[in-house]
């Protein structure tokens, strides 16, 4: 069919992510002449209609000619006819609240909710990164349990996963006081469960987790290996689900790229909304600085100072926040005024630090020199084993190491297309296990360059 195999070509030519958040969660209705896309919510139809649209015709078109089937997009899903079993795509959730299950009333001494009572909506600062995410949390929000469940969110440190989290988890708690919504990392739930088979009271523990209105656990990349953890955690996660109440999840990666879980968990995990947070860009960067000087110091930051701040503190939102305090502090440790200047001299070791940090020149430098060849080289055109394939390790350690994005990367060698540079990230994967020399390589170059 038609859909799949522009899916195919989209996953190919497009960010990760962006394909994950946009692309996947649309579901098709295809006959001979058209092809209905099915968005889960207003959000993501327009962002497809005016990012992906023009592409996916033209693409129909380049393969079926005047046969080619037009293409709309919809609000919908089909999501309420399909079994368990099938994909996540398939299983999506159209927004579409139905009525809520009851709050049920237990009797047990309640779990601490472990809510942050900071981290709410109010204080979480929209932008082109965390859009979707932010949307979908505010639509669980309002409709625990009927909107989307569960809900995964996804994405690097210190982007805003727990702060969202608990956003929805104060929201649901606010609207109804009642509701039992408990937050936990994955550590702690495993932690709990270890304690709990101690002291025989693992009954105990079910109940308690299975007894929620709304369930939090962050982090579930380190369920990874503990298959007790994840054996519980299955029935738990179905207990929930079956009597509609909220679950929701985050990870530092796509819920079928994390390793060491099993499967029926991943595919669970991608039942609902699956929506990515991304690095934030300069204009979010700087208001996220001056909403947290406000609201954390009630300072008011200059822009010169915000926009210096975010334009040398690129990696995270946690970043940000910790050369903020620095500045705050250091201002009124000394009583001097927070200028540019003043901002630059109390940052001057945490950004000679981060300028030891692994940038792409360095990668090249490094693995041209480990086999013996010419950093131009690395840029250059020529296709030869002996280029060729330190070219493609040195594209993944910059994927690895550093946080530029794909399009990036391909820029930095030699104006290279991201398609290239994925490709060559999922070959060097392949290689490290199959080709022994490769693997060996590889080992090296990370070691001499997190050293
Ligand atoms: P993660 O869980 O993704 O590692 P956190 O939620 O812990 O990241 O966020 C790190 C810090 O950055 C927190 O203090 C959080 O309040 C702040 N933060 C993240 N995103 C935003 C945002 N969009 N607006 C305001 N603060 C944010
Ligand atoms: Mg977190």
Same mark, same amino acid.
């Not at 399909?82 to 237990?106: G, L, M, N």
């Not at 000087?293 to 970043?319: H, M, T, W, Y």
């Given at each position: 069919?038609?859909?799949?195999?522009?899916?195919?070509?989209?996953?190919?030519?497009?960010?990760?992510?962006?394909?994950?958040?946009?692309?996947?969660?649309?579901?098709?209705?295809?006959?001979?002449?058209?092809?209905?896309?099915?968005?889960?919510?207003?959000?993501?139809?327009?962002?497809?209609?005016?990012?992906?649209?023009?592409?996916?015709?033209?693409?129909?078109?380049?393969?079926?000619?005047?046969?080619?089937?037009?293409?709309?997009?919809?609000?919908?899903?089909?999501?309420?006819?399909?079994?368990?079993?099938?994909?996540?795509?398939?299983?999506?959730?159209?927004?579409?609240?139905?009525?809520?299950?009851?709050?049920?009333?237990?009797?047990?001494?309640?779990?601490?909710?472990?809510?942050?009572?900071?981290?709410?909506?109010?204080?979480?600062?929209?932008?082109?990164?965390?859009?979707?995410?932010?949307?979908?949390?505010?639509?669980?929000?309002?409709?625990?349990?009927?909107?989307?469940?569960?809900?995964?969110?996804?994405?690097?440190?210190?982007?805003?996963?727990?702060?969202?989290?608990?956003?929805?988890?104060?929201?649901?708690?606010?609207?109804?006081?009642?509701?039992?919504?408990?937050?936990?990392?994955?550590?702690?739930?495993?932690?709990?469960?270890?304690?709990?088979?101690?002291?025989?009271?693992?009954?105990?523990?079910?109940?308690?987790?299975?007894?929620?209105?709304?369930?939090?656990?962050?982090?579930?990349?380190?369920?990874?290996?503990?298959?007790?953890?994840?054996?519980?955690?299955?029935?738990?996660?179905?207990?929930?689900?079956?009597?509609?109440?909220?679950?929701?999840?985050?990870?530092?990666?796509?819920?079928?790229?994390?390793?060491?879980?099993?499967?029926?968990?991943?595919?669970?995990?991608?039942?609902?909304?699956?929506?990515?947070?991304?690095?934030?860009?300069?204009?979010?960067?700087?208001? #996220?600085?001056?909403?947290? /000087?406000?609201? +954390?110091?009630?300072?008011? @930051? $200059?822009?010169?100072?915000?926009? &210096?701040? !975010?334009?040398?503190?690129?990696?995270?939102?946690?970043?940000?926040?910790?050369?903020?305090?620095?500045?705050?502090?250091?201002?009124?440790?000394?009583?001097?005024?927070?200028?540019?200047?003043?901002?630059?001299?109390?940052?001057?070791?945490?950004?000679?630090?981060?300028?030891?940090?692994?940038?792409?020149?360095?990668?090249?430098?490094?693995?041209?020199?480990?086999?013996?060849?010419?950093?131009?080289?690395?840029?250059?055109?020529?296709?030869?084993?002996?280029?060729?394939?330190?070219?493609? #390790?040195?594209?993944?350690? /910059?994927?690895? +190491?550093?946080?530029?994005? @794909? $399009?990036?990367?391909?820029?930095? &060698?030699? !104006?290279?297309?991201?398609?290239?540079?994925?490709?060559?990230?999922?070959?060097?994967?392949?290689?490290?296990?199959?080709?022994?020399?490769?693997?060996?390589?590889?080992?090296?170059?990370?070691?001499?360059?997190?050293?």
């Amino acid at each position: 069919n038609f859909w799949s195999k522009c899916t195919d070509r989209l996953e190919n030519d497009l960010p990760q992510q962006q394909f994950n958040t946009w692309i996947r969660p649309l579901q098709s209705v295809e006959d001979a002449q058209s092809i209905r896309l099915l968005a889960p919510n207003q959000f993501v139809l327009n962002w497809v209609q005016n990012h992906y649209l023009n592409d996916i015709t033209e693409y129909l078109q380049s393969i079926a000619g005047a046969n080619a089937p037009s293409v709309s997009l919809e609000i919908g899903s089909r999501a309420a006819v399909q079994s368990p079993q099938e994909s996540s795509i398939e299983r999506i959730q159209s927004f579409k609240p139905t009525p809520a299950a009851p709050i049920r009333h237990v009797d047990e001494a309640p779990m601490p909710s472990n809510l942050n009572p900071n981290f709410v909506f109010d204080t979480f600062v929209e932008g082109k990164s965390n859009q979707l995410a932010r949307a979908a949390s505010i639509q669980i929000g309002e409709n625990p349990g009927t909107a989307y469940n569960p809900l995964f969110i996804y994405g690097g440190v210190g982007l805003g996963k727990t702060h969202l989290m608990h956003a929805v988890g104060n929201m649901i708690v606010k609207t109804n006081p009642k509701a039992r919504v408990v937050y936990v990392h994955s550590e702690g739930f495993v932690a709990q469960m270890v304690k709990a088979l101690q002291h025989n009271t693992i009954d105990d523990f079910k109940r308690r987790f299975r007894s929620v209105n709304a369930l939090l656990i962050d982090d579930v990349q380190f369920f990874a290996g503990k298959e007790r953890s994840q054996e519980e955690f299955f029935h738990t996660f179905n207990a929930l689900f079956e009597s509609q109440q909220q679950i929701i999840l985050s990870s530092d990666r796509f819920p079928k790229e994390v390793s060491g879980l099993e499967e029926r968990l991943k595919s669970r995990f991608g039942w609902g909304l699956t929506v990515a947070i991304e690095p934030p860009d300069l204009e979010t960067r700087v208001a #996220i600085l001056k909403s947290k /000087a406000d609201q +954390l110091f009630g300072v008011d @930051l $200059p822009n010169e100072v915000a926009f &210096f701040i !975010g334009k040398r503190v690129r990696s995270n939102i946690r970043e940000l926040e910790g050369a903020l305090r620095r500045i705050i502090a250091n201002a009124e440790f000394t009583g001097r005024a927070i200028t540019q200047e003043f901002a630059k001299d109390a940052l001057r070791d945490m950004l000679a630090a981060q300028d030891k940090q692994v940038t792409i020149e360095n990668i090249q430098k490094t693995v041209a020199e480990y086999f013996k060849i010419r950093t131009s080289e690395l840029l250059s055109a020529k296709r030869s084993r002996t280029i060729a394939r330190p070219r493609q #390790i040195a594209m993944a350690l /910059a994927k690895e +190491l550093t946080n530029h994005s @794909l $399009p990036e990367i391909g820029e930095a &060698f030699g !104006g290279r297309d991201h398609t290239t540079v994925l490709y060559a990230t999922r070959k060097i994967v392949e290689l490290k296990e199959s080709d022994h020399r490769v693997e060996e390589d590889y080992a090296n170059l990370l070691r001499t360059l997190t050293s």
